[in-house]
């Protein structure tokens, strides 16, 4: 390990143990290295668990960007899924055994098709809301390239592998499918259509698909128009019960919609229609576009996001229940079946051991050989821009040219960025910068349709701290950089710290230190902004201006969200 011992994070993560076990590992510690079961890094979240520990929860059970979500369960298991645009790994897969502690197992694709494609940032393209299903003892993923088509993938285990992507339908402008299965062995398909794409929105159609879900069989089938009540109607999930066919499709808009169940006794209709849940008296915006799923014991929930802005797409759980052959989701205080989200709620019933608390990690050590799955790139990447060795206890990132044209980091793929994890916290890295050319840049960046980010940049062959901030990167903006803090000599051998501190609504100030414990602002705070159909982002990138033959180097030690 190059950089100081880690005691501190140690005692950091070990802060929640009782005081004797906690006095047992740290003597173990300083005497002589942690035992192997305590090396082992956590990954629950340290900004937000929606456990509450006294058998009930808070929304949102997911407080990051898992827009679009659908799920299911399989036996004792509850898997999702979401969209995940440009961003790779793609499709990433969660796990939970009580649909409140969630635990991110994988992901579909480390590369999205087309290569080519995808290998430069294609901002708002890519996966759009996709379906989770299980038949025949396969997992199946549908999912929308808005561009391309409808696709469709198959693992016998969610965690992977997954076969490559099929293209099910070859169309511009037909978004989220989802298919059913039913009992007399026929599958159909149901899907919207992008406006942006196709000329045409809030309709939905169904299609006849083969047997083995890999093929369409017959023309698509128009089975509703939401243009009377029901705009930008989108996001089907596909369901049987007791006879009725029924469609759970949003309505309304992302920010400010709601969700609609339609109900048929054939497969194509007519359908009947009814709103089920909306914001009501609550402040929970927009609440709607998910998953109805039952537990073991025979409860029924709902999963679905709420927009926040630059905090993304939230995802919350529902209490739902069934009245006269209609779904009632959330509380329905006034009995008239349409129910409004909880902010606070007992727990599932679930048949078995209770789960311990699990969240989708944040903070990475970088004490493997694999990133921690919380990180996507920004486009497909290059094997050689990050490489990590377990025992070196650090990830390596080499300085990468800037893109052709290059603007902004609108355009750079080499962005590494996670989902903003909370509505408050804070993240550093420790970090060293060995650049060996003029203008080589590492950075810690909060990314969306505006960004900022603190910098160690090689300026006259020494490196100098500063900040920049680019408003509207997506209309091709330049940045505007602060005035520079020059690095002497000996703290530019030193590992350096760099901070951003998010405060609520999204409010962002950044600082670095040269100690890991005084922290220096630097810069003006910026106010986060989402990205394209996606929250804001936070993560690392290391740039250099031209091509080449070699490049400057950054190690991190550890990234941490606290």
Known sequence: MRFVPRLRAFVLASAWLPQAVWLVLLLTAVGGGLPRAAQAQSTLSKVWVPDLGNGSYKNPILYADYSDP??????????????????????????????????????????????????????????????????????????????????????????????????????????????????????????????????????????????????????????????????????????????????????????????????????????????????????????????????????????????????????????MVWKNGWPVIGEDPDGDGKGQPVLTYRKPKIKGKAQPLATPPTSDEFSSNQLGLQWQWHANPQDYWAFLNGPQGYLRLYAMPLAEGYKNLWQQPNLLLQKLPADVFTATAKLRFDSRLEGEKLGLVIMGLDYAYLSLTNQGGKLQLSQSVCKDADKGSAEATTAAVPLSADQAKQPVYLRVAVKPGAKCQFSYSFDGQAFQPLGAEFQAREGKWIGAKVGLFCTRPGKFNDSGNADIDWFRIE
């Open 70 to 319: 659908d799920a299911i369960r399989v036996g004792e298991d509850f898997y999702l899924t979401s969209s995940s645009f440009n961003a790779v790994p793609g499709l990433q897969i969660l796990h939970s055994k009580d649909l409140v502690n969630w635990s991110l197992i994988g992901a579909v694709f480390n590369e999205q098709p087309p290569l080519a494609r995808y290998a430069v940032p294609q901002h708002g393209n890519g996966v759009w809301a996709p379906a989770l299903r299980y038949h025949n003892k396969e997992f199946y993923i549908y999912y929308p390239d808005p561009d391309l088509g409808i696709f469709v993938t198959k693992a016998k285990n969610p965690a992977g592998p997954w076969s490559a992507p099929v293209c099910l339908k070859q169309a511009s402008g037909w978004i989220d499918p989802c298919p059913l299965w039913d009992a007399d062995g026929k599958a159909y398909l149901v899907h919207g259509f992008a406006g942006s794409r196709a000329g045409i929105k809030t309709i939905l159609a169904v299609s006849p698909m083969s047997a083995d879900g890999l093929s369409l069989t017959g023309p698509d089938a128009l089975v509703f128009d939401g243009h009377q009540g029901h705009p930008t109607l989108e996001g089907p999930k596909f369901y049987k019960r007791n006879g009725y066919y029924y469609i759970f499709a949003p309505a309304g808009g992302v920010p400010t919609g709601w969700q609609l169940v339609l109900r048929a006794t054939n497969v194509y209709g007519p359908y009947e229609e009814r709103i089920v849940m909306d914001q009501g008296k609550t402040p929970i915006n927009g609440p709607h576009q998910g998953a109805w799923v039952d537990t073991n014991a025979g409860e029924d929930w709902f999963l679905h996001f709420q927009d926040q802005g630059p905090y993304g797409r939230v995802v919350h759980l529902q209490p």
